[in-house]
């Protein structure tokens, strides 16, 4: 019986095949079924058209009609199912031109970058495997469909995506593939970076990561990587992780002119990992300068302890011991600014002789970082008494 995560989509299969269509399990679900790793996402691949798939299901989301693909609802939960399809001239290099529907599985197959993914499995478990997928995932090798030098002038971000499953999977890459990479690594530089980005991040979290950075050093790929081509022994510095964040905030400690936020606007990534690298960064200034106390613990969200370890550990091969920061944190009064038993609203009232300002942040940034550092109870009568001998100064 196949694992738990097809049985649903199996029996989306199984509708389709009824209304005399062929359907498959496809890609990176089956590779990994094979491999036996974690499966993330199930992707069916069918000689119906997205049409034909309207009809016999009832609830179907047109996500992609040029592409074939829709998103079928069944039973509460959402699949991605696509036509099989042949791709025309990449013109840029990037995506086809034009796409051609087929009713041949072997035909969508062939268009597949490498053979591992060109893998296809029915309902009950029966493998479909033209380009001997199988043989290259049991000798742990990546190989593409057909001619590398055409799979790489169609889209380059495939060489980028080599790297990335040498890094994820700890695969070899194949010898004529490795060298269409090389011959073919110019057209990197016309891919839009945001589908950069998205490898990049996963090739960084690979966990045979400096396998896929010998490749990069081999084939002299670093020239096409943004912000690396000018700090590329960086890469051989970098341990896997699962964010380019903290990566980014190495690169700004080890750089004299590179910061995160350059890296960020380059890679176009969010403002969430913008302010998450900058947030390291500063924490490991204050670690540098002060060490890590009740206001360090208390400043640097939870969520980014490991990335702060894991970003001093990288710049000065020092080791924390996160049950430090564990430590610290049960020891403080309060968790969050919320936690205060004062706010705004109490300081005016208390001086309502002053009107709005800046004072009254500024003063409930002081007490809560004496609150923090145990100078101060969380009391409304201590901070009181403690205001008497701090007066606010005017704005």
Wanted: aromatic share 10%; net charge negative; glycine share 4%.
């Amino acid at each position: 019986m196949l694992p738990f995560v097809f049985q649903k989509a199996a029996e989306v299969i199984s509708i389709i095949e009824k209304h005399q269509y062929e359907a498959y399990f496809v890609g990176g679900c089956v590779r990994d079924y094979i491999i036996d790793r974690p499966i993330h996402d199930v992707d069916i691949a069918t000689s119906a058209t997205p049409a034909e798939i309207q009809e016999i299901f009832p609830k179907v989301i047109p996500v992609g009609l040029e592409h074939g693909t829709v998103i079928v609802r069944h039973h509460q939960e959402s699949f991605e199912v696509t036509t099989y399809r042949t791709d025309g001239t990449y013109t840029d290099h990037r995506r086809p031109d034009k796409v051609h529907f087929v009713r041949n599985i072997k035909e969508d197959l062939k268009r597949r970058d490498f053979t591992m993914n060109a893998i296809a499995m029915n309902a009950e478990g029966e493998i479909v495997d033209p380009f001997e997928g199988r043989k290259d995932i049991s000798q742990k090798r990546i190989q593409t469909v057909g001619e590398a030098a055409d799979r790489f002038e169609e889209d380059a971000l495939r060489i980028i995506r080599a790297l990335r499953f040498s890094s994820q999977l700890g695969f070899s890459i194949e010898e004529a593939t490795k060298e269409a990479m090389g011959k073919y690594k110019a057209l990197i530089d016309k891919l839009a970076v945001e589908r950069l980005t998205v490898e990049l991040e996963k090739l960084c979290a690979g966990i045979f990561y400096t396998k896929a950075v010998d490749y990069i050093f081999e084939l002299e790929l670093y020239h096409y990587l943004p912000i690396f081509k000018d700090v590329p022994l960086l890469l051989k510095q970098i341990e896997p992780v699962s964010s380019l964040a903290p990566v980014f905030a190495f690169v700004e400690l080890k750089s004299s002119s590179i910061t995160a936020a350059d890296c960020v606007k380059v890679y176009k990534c969010s403002n969430q990992l913008k302010q998450q690298a900058n947030i390291l960064v500063d924490a490991y200034h204050r670690y540098k300068q002060c060490g890590i106390d009740a206001w360090f613990v208390y400043r640097l969200p939870e969520e980014q302890w490991d990335f702060f370890v894991y970003l001093v550990k990288q710049t000065d091969k020092e080791i924390i011991n996160i049950q430090e920061l564990r430590n610290i944190q049960k020891r403080l009064s309060i968790s969050s600014k919320k936690e205060l038993c004062l706010n705004g609203h109490d300081l005016m009232q208390w001086f309502p002789e002053r009107t709005k300002g800046k004072w009254i942040k500024e003063l409930l940034d002081e007490i809560e970082y004496q609150i923090v550092t145990s100078k101060l109870a969380n009391e409304k009568s201590k901070i009181k008494d403690w205001i008497q001998w701090n007066q606010p100064d005017q704005d």
